[in-house]
């Protein structure tokens, strides 16, 4: 990669001379050796895996052998040794020493074909391992070098070998690799490797352990801009959220996050990729700078980022409106294109959004498609959706819903068309058997010009209403014996807030009677006392759900009731006689009082002793026997209100509420306590009140 020199001349009249004029120079070459070893990477095994590959590569291209693949030995337990082999142009002693050994010496500086340009990232295996051999096959001679930390930890690079051979010219660097960190180097691999037209040729893996994304990864190209499927794999590699965007310098990704708030175009580009995508913009060496560690984007780049992020999405939005002014021979054909443009983008999203509201028409029925899923059709007077509910909460106790659409989504709908008159049971019926059969989203429609009613049924893969047949409304169950009722259990929780009908069974009378749970039976009736909608019934259930609660019909409840067992109790009798069939503390009746108090004199109750006043102190007297954290009361009020206590507590925080009141008009700068920072001083308050009540007194 060609590095800029910046020439800076400074011209000045002043004669100098050596006693003037002074040169820099590097002092303690060590110290600067080992912060470009140590001090430059932030995340070390993927910069020098990545630096060493793209070197494999710039040899390849260099002896022209840019088909040829780089052959890599990933790292396993049994070799824990991370190998890259290039067969590229192969070093000679004196370039071996310029490439491996001085800092600042590259031979790429004038090349924008070739990745690199700094002369560091062949020494970039320092920041990860104290030593590494490097062996290079150059005209028929191989020679083994072991790069270690040497005595004066500069560094040494040595020979320690050397043989002929008639191996290919190339150079191999062999890194020690921890156990720990066997997978992240394997993970590095990909990541640099995953968008080279010629992969690497990966060794110590079988091929049926490569993801077989990076094989074969299918993204979908648009000029210079790629997206891809955001895979758990992906994610992993590359480190990515939701449509992230990246920046591809010579087909190595680089995180464009940090620039987001920078450019308009990228925040776009961002917004138009769909949620479950990857955006990559490919750029070639040389168009944006990178850091001297090469593990980011140089943060001067911020104007060719958002320059590169304009034609971007100048050539994503041109490629969306072209795939939609195409000829279509039928709508199936517009809706797959339509499809496949929402895999990939958040058409809504588009900065010619506006511009692209599509419609379909053949046969003089048009169909309108907005960019959110919708589309409606002119031949449709009325659309209805059918919405499948559970009862009061998710049992059997089905009901439909009707509310009025003006758009149906697209996919994932099953549109039925009304092409007779039906009652609305009927219509109930028929959308509750498709809703069982796996249909969603289920939409009846009415047609104006029946003239294109097998076109729209074609189009739409719609169902005719005729066409639906429809199930009773309850299925059959078992005959009632002797000795038994036919009933339904209510189950509450008050956790999730909600009531569980179940369906209808055949419960033995002496089984309820001889059981140790406590029941309370209540009838089918048409009385809202029972009623779904009586939410306050439901609560009821909801709370306390220690109680098995069965409703029955009225023959069957009268039968049970007749019975005079001790565990089995009505409704009615719980509800007017909750205080002597189910105890309640009267703390947790206390607690419902002591929510709705928002007083900011509870401060006060660590300072009892210093109070004079006695009005104060009785108040604070009051507030010391609360509990002192606020917790969520058990039972609404309206269970509340059938204990006796209810009305002494009631009466009891009635009288502290009036009390803070007679305090805060007798002495209004209480109120202050509110605020965090007056706290601090709270026993000058103490004083304001005694000075204030001596003087009363």
């Not at 001085?102 to 500086?109: E, H, L």
């Not at 069957?556 to 067992?565: C, R």
């Not at 004079?612 to 917790?631: N, Q, T």
Request: with cysteine; hydrophobic share 35%.
């Amino acid at each position: 990669m060609k590095i800029l020199e910046k020439k800076t001349e400074l011209s000045t009249n002043f004669v100098s001379n050596e006693d003037n004029s002074h040169e820099f120079s590097i002092g303690d070459v060590s110290t600067i050796i080992e912060i470009l070893r140590s001090k430059l990477y932030s995340n070390p095994i993927r910069t020098l895996t990545q630096e060493y590959l793209s070197n494999a590569r710039d040899s390849h291209r260099e002896a022209n052998r840019e088909d040829k693949p780089i052959l890599v030995t990933l790292p396993t337990k049994i070799d824990s040794c991370l190998k890259i082999r290039d067969f590229g142009v192969g070093l000679s002693k004196d370039r071996v020493k310029e490439v491996f050994v001085n800092y600042g010496i590259s031979t790429k500086r004038s090349d924008d074909l070739q990745t690199g340009g700094f002369g560091l990232g062949a020494k970039s295996a320092w920041a990860y391992t104290d030593s590494f051999v490097v062996v290079s096959y150059y005209n028929g001679i191989c020679s083994t070098y072991v790069a270690h930390t040497g005595k004066n930890k500069n560094g040494t690079f040595e020979l320690i070998n050397e043989t002929s051979t008639d191996e290919e010219n190339g150079v191999e660097v062999q890194i020690p690799v921890k156990e720990e960190d066997i997978y992240k180097f394997i993970y590095a691999v990909y990541r640099t490797t995953f968008f080279w037209e010629t992969k690497p040729e990966l060794r110590g893996i079988s091929k049926i352990e490569i993801p077989s994304e990076y094989l074969k990864s299918n993204p979908l190209f648009v000029d210079n801009v790629c997206f891809v499927d955001n895979s758990d794999f992906i994610k992993t590699i590359f480190s990515a959220e939701w449509s992230n965007t990246f920046v591809l310098i010579d087909k190595i990704s680089y995180d464009a996050s940090k620039f987001i708030h920078d450019s308009n175009a990228l925040r776009n580009l961002k917004s138009i990729t769909a949620y479950n995508k990857i955006c990559f913009i490919n750029v070639g060496n040389g168009e944006v700078d990178v850091s001297a560690s090469r593990e980011e984007m140089d943060s001067n780049s911020r104007d060719k980022i958002d320059a590169i992020s304009n034609n971007a999405l100048a050539s994503v939005c041109k490629f969306v409106q072209d795939n939609f002014q195409k000829d279509f021979s039928s709508l199936e054909d517009f809706l797959e294109n339509y499809r496949k443009m929402k895999i990939y983008f958040e058409l809504n999203h588009l900065p010619n959004s506006k511009e692209l509201r599509l419609s379909y028409s053949q046969n003089d029925c048009k169909f309108s498609f907005d960019l959110f899923d919708g589309f409606s059709c002119n031949d449709f007077l009325e659309i209805s959706k059918f919405v499948i509910k559970g009862g009061y909460g998710d049992g059997d106790q089905e009901r439909v819903s009707i509310r009025s659409q003006t758009q149906i989504p697209i996919f994932e709908s099953t549109i039925v068309i009304e092409d007779k008159e039906f009652s609305d049971v009927l219509r109930k019926r028929k959308a509750k058997k498709l809703h069982k059969e796996g249909f969603k989203n289920i939409y009846f429609v009415k047609i104006n010009n029946h003239s294109n009613l097998d076109f729209i049924k074609n189009s739409c893969k719609a169902k005719l209403l005729s066409s639906i047949t429809h199930d009773k409304i309850y299925s059959s169950r078992a005959k009632k014996e002797k000795g038994q009722i036919t009933a339904r259990y209510l189950c509450g929780d008050a956790y999730y807030g909600k009531v569980t009908v179940k369906e209808r069974v055949n419960i033995e009378i002496e089984s309820i009677v001889d059981s140790d749970f406590t029941y309370v039976v209540v009838p089918f009736s048409k009385d809202y006392k029972y009623d779904y909608a009586n939410h306050e019934f439901y609560d009821f259930v909801k709370y306390f759900n220690n109680f098995k609660f069965i409703k029955c019909s009225k023959k069957d409840y009268e039968k049970i009731t007749s019975l005079g067992a001790d565990n089995i109790f009505t409704y009615d009798y719980v509800f007017e006689n909750l205080e002597e069939v189910y105890e309640v503390k009267n703390e947790e009746i206390e607690r419902y009082f002591y929510n709705n108090i928002s007083s900011n004199l509870f401060i006060f109750r660590n300072y009892l002793e210093d109070i004079k006043c006695d009005l104060f102190k009785k108040l604070i007297e009051e507030y010391s026997s609360i509990p002192s954290e606020k917790k969520r009361p058990r039972f609404p009020e309206f269970i509340l209100k059938k204990y006796s206590y209810f009305k002494i507590a009631k009466e009891k925080f009635s009288n502290i509420t009036n009390m803070e009141k007679d305090i805060i008009s007798k002495y209004p700068l209480v109120r202050k306590c509110s605020s965090y920072e007056e706290r601090e001083n709270i026993k000058e308050f103490i004083e304001y009140v005694n000075a204030k009540s001596s003087k009363t007194n």
